[in-house]
């Protein structure tokens, strides 16, 4: 048995150099195995909840800022109060809180000077030193309160394209953008990649709406002016095309949507936007039902498709019921084979799907299992499929894009930076989690580690197949595609005598 106690180790006196550096070694490997694998309580013990929250959910410091009616004195005071971030936020390196510390003081010493979008790209950019995709600001400072254009477009494995536009600018609907204001759509995302942390895929999906406000690429060095960007590419109908769109001015109050749902047909026509495709009966099953976080239907060939966009309670109803009545439905139909769509799931409580995720392999007493995802699942959506893969093993095949995040990573557990003038929330990451290792510093790894482990050595699609926007003009899905196809030859190969 291992005993942990250094100072016997340290009464050893080897008599060279060598033996010492052995020691050394020696000591360094007792220590990592003194590790607890354990937190230090257990969610029964009185005191768990009051340390989870000293560790874990501590609040943002006080006072807060107050929103100020003189510009300049508002930026400072939101300045003055985010100076204190990089100290609540544990996921920065040494050198990148460094960093972040040195580029706030250059801020509050310009604040009052500079503009808005200034102001928030220089927020974003001290935020995004983490390379944390959890550290980082609400999308509404990026969607609100700039001018925008009046189109949405949307990253394909292909090319960026326009999905919505409004009824001036509809004949740009599946254009493809190749530049704007004369420079490439890649050497866009290069000089706006720092102000936003985390994998190199989930970055650019969640800078799109940069690439529609021209205030903010202004600020960032690329567009020319405030109002208007200059696209050019090629339009679905394959001739060229260069328009100089102008924006339209946006405030606090102003509707936004989701870019990873832009997928979905017809949904802002109350906002004056058309979409390329329309909603009718041929769209393949992940665009079925737009108006749901989680819904199941049928599959070919006796299968079950499980559509999970979100993991906690939503308009429809309580997560816990819907997981509940899925898991009686396999058990009781025994379908051939079951498809859960993560692709558009950007987390939530990690708790509510994991039991769920454990089950399910069980319950299909057999039955192959394929969990499409993409560049947007995210955060309790990637705990839930490498606990599925965990449970289901070979019975499991991850089908689609890798996922948005690593696998060792660090979340926030509910607390942010608020600042009113500039209309900014910067969330910062307190608990560590680690999926394809152990976790044993019970300071800093999540303690949902111990309470809800996973351990997966990757979560790489088995079967790659990435959407296309040649695939999502034609009404198909490469993803399930693929799925119908490998289930195809297994019923063929097992008909073959």
């Not at 109002?227 to 328009?243: H, I, K, N, S, W």
Request: hydrophobic share 40%.
């Amino acid at each position: 048995m291992l005993r942990c106690n250094i100072a016997e180790t340290q009464s050893l006196q080897p008599s060279v150099d060598h033996g010492r550096l052995v020691l050394r070694w020696i000591i360094v490997l007792l220590l990592a195995g003194c590790a607890s694998t354990s937190p230090p309580l257990s969610p029964s013990e009185p005191a768990f909840d009051r340390e989870f929250e000293r560790l874990f959910q501590y609040g943002p410091p006080e006072p807060r800022p107050q929103e100020l009616q003189e510009p300049s004195a508002g930026q400072a005071a939101d300045a003055g109060y985010f100076a204190r971030f990089p100290d609540f936020d544990r996921s920065y390196s040494h050198a990148a809180r460094a960093e972040a510390r040195r580029l706030i003081e250059r801020l509050r010493a310009d604040a009052g000077s500079i503009n808005h979008e200034q102001f928030v790209l220089r927020v974003a950019e001290i935020v995004a030193l983490a390379d944390n995709g959890h550290t980082a600001l609400h999308a509404n400072a990026f969607l609100k309160n700039t001018p925008r254009l009046p189109v949405r477009t949307y990253l394909f494995a292909d090319g960026l394209h326009v999905l919505y536009a409004d009824e001036q600018n509809a004949d740009l609907l599946g254009a493809r953008i190749d530049t704007i204001d004369g420079r490439s759509v890649d050497d866009v995302f290069n000089a706006l990649r720092r102000y936003r942390g985390g994998t190199e895929a989930f970055r650019r999906m969640m800078l799109i709406p940069l690439l529609e406000s021209p205030a903010m690429l202004q600020a960032a060095g690329v567009a020319r002016e405030r109002g208007a960007l200059t696209y050019a590419g090629v339009l679905a109908d394959e001739r060229p095309f260069e328009r100089r769109i102008d924006a339209q001015e946006r405030d606090r109050a102003a509707w936004v949507s989701s870019t990873a749902r832009l997928l979905f047909p017809d949904q802002f026509a109350r906002q004056g936007f058309r979409s390329f495709l329309a909603a009718d009966a041929t769209l393949p099953v992940y665009l079925h039902s737009p108006q749901n976080l989680f819904w199941t239907e049928g599959l070919p060939g006796g299968g079950y498709y499980i559509g999970l966009a979100h993991n906690a309670d939503a308009d429809e109803g309580p997560i816990s019921a819907f997981l509940g009545s899925t898991l009686e439905a396999v058990r009781g139909d025994q379908p051939a084979y079951i498809v859960l769509d993560m692709r558009m799931n950007g987390g939530g409580d990690l708790t509510t799907t994991y039991d769920f995720a454990r089950a399910l392999p069980s319950a299909a007493a057999g039955a192959p299992i394929y969990v499409l995802t993409s560049r947007w699942t995210f955060s309790a959506a990637i705990h839930a499929t490498a606990a599925l893969e965990q449970a289901g093993g070979d019975q499991v095949t991850i089908v689609g894009e890798p996922v948005g995040d690593r696998l060792d990573f660090w979340a926030a557990e509910g607390g942010a930076f608020d600042l009113p003038n500039a209309f900014i929330t910067a969330y910062y990451s307190t608990g560590r989690h680690k999926y394809d290792g152990p976790c044993r510093d019970w300071e800093t790894c999540i303690w949902f580690g111990s309470t809800h482990p996973v351990r997966v050595r990757t979560l790489e699609p088995d079967v790659a197949a990435a959407l296309t926007f040649a695939a999502y003009r034609e009404r198909r899905d490469p993803a399930m595609e693929a799925i119908l196809d490998r289930e195809h030859r297994s019923r063929a190969s097992a008909r073959t005598p």
